[in-house]
């Protein structure tokens, strides 16, 4: 009980000074406040650009293109040696006669067409389609592929792929580098604020020793303190991260430029989102405040 007494006591305290001494949390909240957002807007555009990422994986399929002299005996070798292979999901076979049904019922000009076609002009060719494991190794299969006997190309819209693949990777970089350094800073911001308010209350702390106050129950209002300027300066990101993204979201129609490009569906998304930024809050408030604490309370 007398832990508990304390501690509640420490949480007067912190909320107490944070009001005492406004004018310095009220910039350490601003600081805060504006640097979590930019965190959470980080956090977003990272976590979506990982969905982008699998979703294309998902969309993409490698194409197979069999020669045309090639007989049941070597598709099924074929077929083999497509099982064998590293990276590989999933494999589907459609022979030409399959696909010149799918193309017949998807259009009624192509299925015109394609009735004059006999089995031997029929230009189509055997085809395997393939779904990969991992997007980043797409060229390595699609290599290996390649030169197996009686492959006759494959595609897989290489150019497109690797351009999302590249951006996506630089993005993604320059998101995780943004949220360490901003998390830095915020930090940086905690400590000298709490470094102005221990040197404002000089006498007050004076006075705490003289009565024989602990180590503890000196240094633990300012830790405290430090979680709450934390807590309040995540109040305003969380409310942009909910009502922004979902304004966001429904403003693009849950994708940009391109389908393949799906932004993640924001609920629960937001939530957990907004918990994280919450607790980067209370956790870097609890860091700065005791390094402050630690470094320039001499106790």
Known sequence: MKIFRMLGRNVRDAF?????????????????????????????ASLNINNFTK????????VVFIKKEVGEEQIAAIRTQLDNMNNIASITYKSKAELRQEMEASS??????MKAWGEEENPLRDTFEIKVTELEQIGTTADNIKNIDGVESVNYGETMINQFLSAFRVVKKATVLAVIMLIVVIVFLIVNTIKLTIFSRKREISIMRLVGASNLSIKMPFVIEGMVLGMIGSIIPILIIIYGYY????????QIFSPLIRLITPEPFVYGISLVVLLIGMIVGVIGSYQAVRKYLKI
Request: proline letters at 0%.
């Open 16 to 44: 107490r000074s944070v009001f005492r001494n406004f004018s310095l949390s009220l910039a350490a909240i601003t600081c805060i406040t504006i640097t979590l957002i930019i965190v959470a807007i980080a956090l977003l």
């Open 55 to 62: 979703v294309i994986k998902e969309d993409v399929t490698v």
């Open 108 to 113: 009624s000009k192509l299925a015109s067409a």
């Open 247 to 254: 304004a966001f979201y429904q403003h693009f129609g849950g």
